[in-house]
């Protein structure tokens, strides 16, 4: 296997952004996600808002012109260390009012920056609450991204350096230092109102509030856990708290919802997954080789100049293109799901190549194998941010940014950054599992080779290691999705793939005898044992409450999106219902904010999870160096052996929760590489 080095070279030649070796980048799609349904929004269905044919009302107090740092610990658990590190922070004071709570708002893997802007804004999902609770919201920066990093010669041209001096940089760059990052920002905050006297606002005398989406929502139920009462209420949003190594179970939420009225392209695409491993696995470049030079042209005749065709450099550079074209319907799934995405955009391109309706049975099975490969190119091309076409638009866009960015630190940070948390502690690579039917990525998208390329990158390390992300430690000292939590709302989207990591999942190996609940429970009471607060969005997708605007009036019945229809509507074939990546409502999410809103309510008053200073000491951490963990193993040729990574006990959450993965001693021969994961492709803006 080739190293990663060797792989960003290439992409690099090709105009490939390192976001595209990172799965789920998260947060910059769901900035660009929230854009793109309020422009939807206003311009088709003004009566979903209170705000009709004008601009929505920005607030006076713009935070964006005042950021903030904080300086922190480099290394929380070594007093002999005394590096720091500073945190940015932006503060929205307009609706404080005495007495109010502190709102914190994680944003997790990405730059504070574009979210910055939604602080004037009064319908935003975290503007509106402080101004229903009179609170003071603060937007917080995870250390290593957007500016909360140290300024070094590696931070400021990261591509140029070394793996020993990227994996020096992200040395402390952990999901306990992180988190105790909070702990010590919320024990010695305060702030200096425009308007009142001076405040004590720490979580002692004031009551604090965590609101999170993905990673961020898992941070505020690890939070809950590790530091009980530090925050009076938690939003956990979408939040995926079971680590695991394979994530194969990623794509179920996709074949539920093209199941619905898209099995012609369902099919199809697990057709293609099939013939992709077949041909990667034989060697065979006829059909590979026209779709490839279909997609990516020129950029890919650059490459075939410099190789023999039959090589086996070649045929790793086949491998990730072909990873790209497979991962292209699916890149943006999880925000928008078929209807307003990619998906459905690429399902009427492909359905629709021969037949102006499209067939039911799919082009695979009613055309020639050259044929549904055509088919299957053409949509790829029109689809793909990294064809022949859009990486030219991208490097205009590319070199015209670069000419204003001043910042000292390099603007590839977050995506190095977010990847280094998956390759050490995150993991949840996103698989092909091809022992099932319904399969839709080809064999060579699997674990193995993206613990290759993790250790390309950063080199092996007592944090990166052949074993694999090292999921254990989080999973055993938080419970996974076994975890209890009181003052706790848990949200998920219908068809959101990250569910099946949550206590909301349904897969196999998931607790089944645990109780979810609606009914809020007064102040100063707590749920009975194994019972949470929890709420599934209906036909919702990832952190679907924080994309809506929050209005003051409930939508009720509203002509055209009713949400029985938004995911329903969409057929493969020539007709499109809505315009692709325009983000259709999800009118359901207006429930999960007004239940949350309740809970704050109740919760906010209470008097029971008293948080005090002086038993805030830092957490020690005991993680075995992961060099000591046998590498991830891969012997088996049978791949109906694959299991999803995670504890098969599925007792009761109110048990103690075993330890949540397990990686069999047989798996398939085939596993992911990282550069193929586009799921949270990131959207440049």
Same mark, same amino acid.
């Given at each position: 296997m080739r190293s990663i080095s060797v792989v960003f070279a290439i992409l690099a030649a090709n105009m490939w952004v390192v976001s595209a070796t990172v799965q789920w980048k998260d947060s910059i799609s769901r900035f660009s996600t929230d854009l793109l349904r309020k422009k939807y929004r206003n311009q088709q269905t003004q009566k979903f808002s209170t705000i009709m044919n004008r601009l929505k009302p920005a607030l006076s107090k713009d935070p964006t012109d005042n950021p903030l740092f904080v300086e922190l610990p480099m290394d929380h658990f070594s007093p002999d260390n005394k590096d720091t590190i500073s945190c940015r922070y932006f503060v929205q004071e307009a609706y404080y009012k005495p007495g109010g709570p502190v709102i914190f708002h994680d944003i997790g893997e990405a730059s504070i920056g574009p979210y910055a802007k939604g602080l004037v804004d009064e319908e935003e999902f975290s503007v509106a609450m402080a101004k229903k609770f009179n609170g003071l919201l603060i937007l917080f920066e995870h250390r290593f991204y957007g500016q909360s990093a140290p300024s070094t010669a590696t931070s400021r041209d990261l591509g140029k350096a070394s793996k020993r001096q990227l994996s020096e940089f992200f040395k402390y760059h952990t999901i306990e230092q992180a988190l105790e990052d909070v702990v010590y920002f919320a024990k010695n905050f305060s702030y200096d109102l425009e308007e009142y006297p001076k405040q004590t606002? #720490?979580?002692?005398?004031?009551?604090? !509030?965590?609101?999170? =989406?993905?990673?961020?929502?898992?941070r505020g139920a690890w939070m809950a856990k590790?530091?009980?009462?530090?925050?009076?209420? #938690?939003?956990?949003?979408?939040?995926? !708290?079971?680590?695991? =190594?394979?994530?194969?179970?990623?794509?179920?939420?996709?074949?539920?919802?093209?199941?619905?009225?898209?099995?012609?392209?369902?099919?199809?695409?697990?057709?293609?997954?099939?013939w992709l491993s077949d041909a990667w696995e034989n060697?065979?470049?006829s059909l590979v080789d026209q779709l490839i030079d279909a997609v990516y042209q020129e950029d890919w005749e650059e490459q075939l100049e410099q190789y023999d065709p039959d090589s086996e450099e070649i045929w790793d550079i086949r491998k990730d293109y072909l990873q790209d074209a497979a991962w292209t319907p699916f890149s943006d799934f999880q925000y928008y799901g078929v209807n307003g995405g990619t998906l459905g955009q690429f399902c009427d391109i492909m359905e629709t190549t021969y037949s102006e309706k499209g067939d039911p049975a799919g082009v695979f099975a009613t055309k020639s194998l050259a044929r549904a490969v055509t088919a299957y190119a053409k949509a790829v091309a029109a689809i793909s941010p990294y064809s022949y076409t859009s990486s030219r638009q991208r490097s205009q866009r590319k070199t015209k940014r670069q000419t204003t960015n001043n910042e000292s630190i390099d603007d590839k940070l977050d995506d190095y950054s977010w990847l280094w948390q998956v390759c050490t502690e995150f993991g949840a690579f996103q698989v092909a599992n091809t022992s099932r039917p319904e399969n839709l990525l080809p064999s060579f998208i699997n674990v193995q080779n993206s613990i290759d390329s993790c250790i390309g990158t950063f080199g092996e390390s007592e944090q990166v290691s052949k074993a694999g992300p090292n999921v254990d430690p989080i999973n055993e000292k938080y419970q996974g999705w076994y975890v209890q939590l009181s003052n706790t709302l848990w949200t998920n989207g219908q068809f959101d793939p990250w569910k099946a990591l949550s206590v909301d999942s349904e897969e196999e190996d998931a607790p089944t005898n645990d109780t979810a609940t609606t009914n809020i429970p007064q102040c100063g009471k707590t749920f009975p044992k194994g019972t949470q607060l929890r709420y599934v969005i209906k036909d919702g997708y990832h952190g679907s409450e924080f994309s809506e605007d929050v209005v003051k009036d409930s939508p009720g019945d509203v002509e055209g999106i009713d949400p029985t229809n938004t995911i329903r509507s969409l057929t493969a074939t020539r007709t499109r219902t809505k315009t692709a990546l325009t983000g259709t409502p999800v009118v359901d999410a207006i429930n999960a904010q007004n239940l949350w809103f309740s809970a704050m309510s109740s919760w906010l008053p209470c008097t029971t999870l008293q948080f005090n200073l002086a038993d805030s000491t830092p957490q020690t951490t005991t993680s075995a160096p992961f060099t000591s963990r046998t590498p991830y193993q891969t012997d088996s040729p049978d791949e109906a052996a694959q299991t999803s990574g995670s504890s098969s006990n599925s007792g009761d959450k109110q048990n103690t929760a075993t330890p949540s993965?397990?990686?069999?001693?047989?798996?398939?021969?085939?596993?992911?590489?990282?550069?193929?994961?586009l799921a949270g492709i990131r959207v440049l803006v």
């Amino acid at each position: 296997m080739r190293s990663i080095s060797v792989v960003f070279a290439i992409l690099a030649a090709n105009m490939w952004v390192v976001s595209a070796t990172v799965q789920w980048k998260d947060s910059i799609s769901r900035f660009s996600t929230d854009l793109l349904r309020k422009k939807y929004r206003n311009q088709q269905t003004q009566k979903f808002s209170t705000i009709m044919n004008r601009l929505k009302p920005a607030l006076s107090k713009d935070p964006t012109d005042n950021p903030l740092f904080v300086e922190l610990p480099m290394d929380h658990f070594s007093p002999d260390n005394k590096d720091t590190i500073s945190c940015r922070y932006f503060v929205q004071e307009a609706y404080y009012k005495p007495g109010g709570p502190v709102i914190f708002h994680d944003i997790g893997e990405a730059s504070i920056g574009p979210y910055a802007k939604g602080l004037v804004d009064e319908e935003e999902f975290s503007v509106a609450m402080a101004k229903k609770f009179n609170g003071l919201l603060i937007l917080f920066e995870h250390r290593f991204y957007g500016q909360s990093a140290p300024s070094t010669a590696t931070s400021r041209d990261l591509g140029k350096a070394s793996k020993r001096q990227l994996s020096e940089f992200f040395k402390y760059h952990t999901i306990e230092q992180a988190l105790e990052d909070v702990v010590y920002f919320a024990k010695n905050f305060s702030y200096d109102l425009e308007e009142y006297p001076k405040q004590t606002l #720490t979580p002692d005398k004031t009551p604090w !509030v965590w609101i999170g =989406v993905s990673y961020s929502g898992a941070r505020g139920a690890w939070m809950a856990k590790r530091n009980p009462g530090l925050f009076k209420a #938690t939003l956990a949003s979408s939040a995926p !708290v079971q680590l695991q =190594v394979n994530f194969w179970e990623y794509f179920t939420a996709i074949e539920d919802a093209l199941a619905i009225s898209n099995k012609n392209c369902s099919a199809d695409l697990s057709a293609a997954a099939r013939w992709l491993s077949d041909a990667w696995e034989n060697r065979d470049s006829s059909l590979v080789d026209q779709l490839i030079d279909a997609v990516y042209q020129e950029d890919w005749e650059e490459q075939l100049e410099q190789y023999d065709p039959d090589s086996e450099e070649i045929w790793d550079i086949r491998k990730d293109y072909l990873q790209d074209a497979a991962w292209t319907p699916f890149s943006d799934f999880q925000y928008y799901g078929v209807n307003g995405g990619t998906l459905g955009q690429f399902c009427d391109i492909m359905e629709t190549t021969y037949s102006e309706k499209g067939d039911p049975a799919g082009v695979f099975a009613t055309k020639s194998l050259a044929r549904a490969v055509t088919a299957y190119a053409k949509a790829v091309a029109a689809i793909s941010p990294y064809s022949y076409t859009s990486s030219r638009q991208r490097s205009q866009r590319k070199t015209k940014r670069q000419t204003t960015n001043n910042e000292s630190i390099d603007d590839k940070l977050d995506d190095y950054s977010w990847l280094w948390q998956v390759c050490t502690e995150f993991g949840a690579f996103q698989v092909a599992n091809t022992s099932r039917p319904e399969n839709l990525l080809p064999s060579f998208i699997n674990v193995q080779n993206s613990i290759d390329s993790c250790i390309g990158t950063f080199g092996e390390s007592e944090q990166v290691s052949k074993a694999g992300p090292n999921v254990d430690p989080i999973n055993e000292k938080y419970q996974g999705w076994y975890v209890q939590l009181s003052n706790t709302l848990w949200t998920n989207g219908q068809f959101d793939p990250w569910k099946a990591l949550s206590v909301d999942s349904e897969e196999e190996d998931a607790p089944t005898n645990d109780t979810a609940t609606t009914n809020i429970p007064q102040c100063g009471k707590t749920f009975p044992k194994g019972t949470q607060l929890r709420y599934v969005i209906k036909d919702g997708y990832h952190g679907s409450e924080f994309s809506e605007d929050v209005v003051k009036d409930s939508p009720g019945d509203v002509e055209g999106i009713d949400p029985t229809n938004t995911i329903r509507s969409l057929t493969a074939t020539r007709t499109r219902t809505k315009t692709a990546l325009t983000g259709t409502p999800v009118v359901d999410a207006i429930n999960a904010q007004n239940l949350w809103f309740s809970a704050m309510s109740s919760w906010l008053p209470c008097t029971t999870l008293q948080f005090n200073l002086a038993d805030s000491t830092p957490q020690t951490t005991t993680s075995a160096p992961f060099t000591s963990r046998t590498p991830y193993q891969t012997d088996s040729p049978d791949e109906a052996a694959q299991t999803s990574g995670s504890s098969s006990n599925s007792g009761d959450k109110q048990n103690t929760a075993t330890p949540s993965l397990v990686i069999p001693s047989l798996m398939i021969p085939f596993f992911v590489s990282i550069l193929a994961f586009l799921a949270g492709i990131r959207v440049l803006v």
